[in-house]
């Protein structure tokens, strides 16, 4: 197509995958990497969704071991990244987890007893060992710690920032401000999708469309067991009176439903509060831009946000110098992603769902997805994350039931017995 010409482009790919946010981009290194012509079509800026708002926390120990050994194998993944693009991406501070009473200290010693079985690393710790790890924190009302010394986080740009070098280096293409507008389909297969520029070609698509996932799968009238619920996390300035090293370790308080991270001589706070925020994507506008998010000082999401920080950490209260960022994750019902082909439509797969830790999980989920598309193998021990899991589902056949769902799921994200986060 020449600019202006007004013809509409047609081209073909193998692979068109539909977000560049992790999962899409970690996907298109994967795949491309197998030698497949990948296409990412982004609405608007690469890693301008759900990507460019985390806070990039990544804990590898899970409830179904499979994954905890999907995630060990990411940082892997993140490692031999770090050596391709020669920058560190992945800050390693070992991560705490804390008890302030009975059932919570049962909850971390059945972690450390989950962990030890497969090989994981973690322990036990005493409450001298924690205060060094983490001298900021209030530590009079806790009566058990334990300790992931291979735990850290991620710069999320960063990370995507490699993806995409690395993928177009193997031959990806990415078009941003393309915004998927229709799926094409024939004789019960994919055959490609439309764009306001013009079609694009290729038999397989991958909908990579974070909290928009489901408008997508909508599109094919299609159920998507996902919602959307806004996240936000605060930044404190450095202090003078508060000395947070780099290396300062990461927190789970999960009674006080927070995790935190140091973050530039400041400390990162984020809360999975009771009562979400949802959002209906259909009704943001067309430009709408997560950046431009901004959570009011006086909302109750940061009122409550603050309340919880300042519980594990009283240095904390309104009046301390911080920033807020919120953003939009993309929950399912059972806490775990979608990731795999859609049962109703041939070439369609999903890598979506999240649930607040997908810039970890896309570190493999990228890998996963190559394997069973390039090789047909999926697992073993993945099917939890089975993008068709809850189509046989009667509880969730429309959006109402399902948003209820994922709801229940964000609310619940620190309960005990929930997936370890
Ligand atoms: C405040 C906050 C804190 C978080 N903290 C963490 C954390 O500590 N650790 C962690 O691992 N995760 C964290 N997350 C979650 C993490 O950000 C997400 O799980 C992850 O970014 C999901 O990546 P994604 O590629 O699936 O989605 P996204 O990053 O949202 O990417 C999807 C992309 O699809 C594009 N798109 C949508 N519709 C279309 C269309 N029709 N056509 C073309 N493109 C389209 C969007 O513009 C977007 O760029 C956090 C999220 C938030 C909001």
Redesign the pocket.
């Known amino acids: 197509m020449t600019p202006g010409s007004g013809i509409k482009m047609s081209a073909s790919a193998d692979i068109i995958i ?7 981009c970690s996907a298109a290194l994967q795949l491309s990497l197998r030698g497949k012509k990948t296409l990412v ?4 800026m ?13 804990a590898q120990l899970r409830e179904n071991p499979d994954e905890t050994s999907l995630l060990m194998r990411g940082i892997e993944v993140v490692k031999d990244i770090e050596r391709q693009v020669e920058k560190e991406i992945f800050t390693k501070t070992g991560s705490l987890h804390v008890a302030s009473d009975a059932e919570r200290a049962e909850e971390l010693r059945s972690f450390v007893r989950m962990g030890k079985a497969i090989g994981f690393e973690i322990d036990l710790v005493d409450e001298d060992f924690a205060r060094r790890r983490l001298p900021c924190m209030r530590a009079d009302d806790l009566i058990e710690y334990c300790y992931c010394p291979t735990d850290g986080h991620f710069e ?1 740009s960063e990370l995507l920032g490699a993806y995409i070098e690395l993928a177009r280096s193997a031959g990806a293409t990415f078009l941003t401000n ?4 229709k799926l094409l389909v024939q004789g019960g297969a994919i055959k490609g999708v439309s764009t306001p520029a013009g079609d694009h070609h290729a038999p397989i698509v991958i909908n ?5 996932s489901y408008l ?1 799968a909508g599109l094919v009238n299609t159920t998507m067991a996902t919602a959307a619920m806004g ?3 605060l930044v404190t300035r450095p202090l003078p009176d508060v000395l947070i090293a780099t290396t300062d370790a990461a927190l789970r308080d999960r009674k006080n439903r927070i995790y935190s991270r140091p973050e530039a001589g400041g400390l990162l706070v ?1 809360t999975y509060e009771e009562l979400p925020t949802e959002y209906d994507m259909e009704e943001l506008p067309a430009d709408f831009q997560m950046s431009e998010m901004n959570a009011p000082r006086d909302s109750l999401q940061v009122a409550t946000l603050i309340d919880c920080a300042s519980r594990r950490f009283p240095f904390i209260d309104g009046r301390t110098p911080m920033t807020v ?6 929950f399912t019902p059972d806490g775990h992603a979608l990731c795999g082909p859609v049962r109703e439509l041939e070439g369609l797969y999903h890598c ?1 769902g ?1 649930n ?7 570190t493999s989920v990228g890998i996963l997805l190559a394997d069973l598309i390039c090789d047909g193998i999926f697992g073993p021990g993945v099917e939890h994350l089975c993008a068709d899991r809850f189509d046989d589902d009667p509880g969730l056949k429309n959006r109402e039931d399902i948003k209820a769902r994922c709801r229940e799921r964000y609310s619940g994200h620190y309960s005990i017995n929930e997936e370890k986060t």
């Not at 539909?18 to 899409?24: C, M, S, T």
């Not at 079509?41 to 608007?44: C, G």
């Not at 960022?325 to 993309?330: A, K, L």
């Not at 607040?356 to 896309?362: D, E, I, L, M, T």
């Open positions: 539909i977000g560049g946010g992790a999962a899409g079509l982004e609405r608007s690469l890693g301008s969704g759900s990507t460019g708002r985390a806070a990039g926390l990544g999320p393309s915004p998927v507008t990579a469309a974070g909290p928009w997508l996240h936000a996390y984020g960022t919120s953003g939009i994750m993309t979506t999240f607040g830790r997908g810039v970890f999980q896309s």
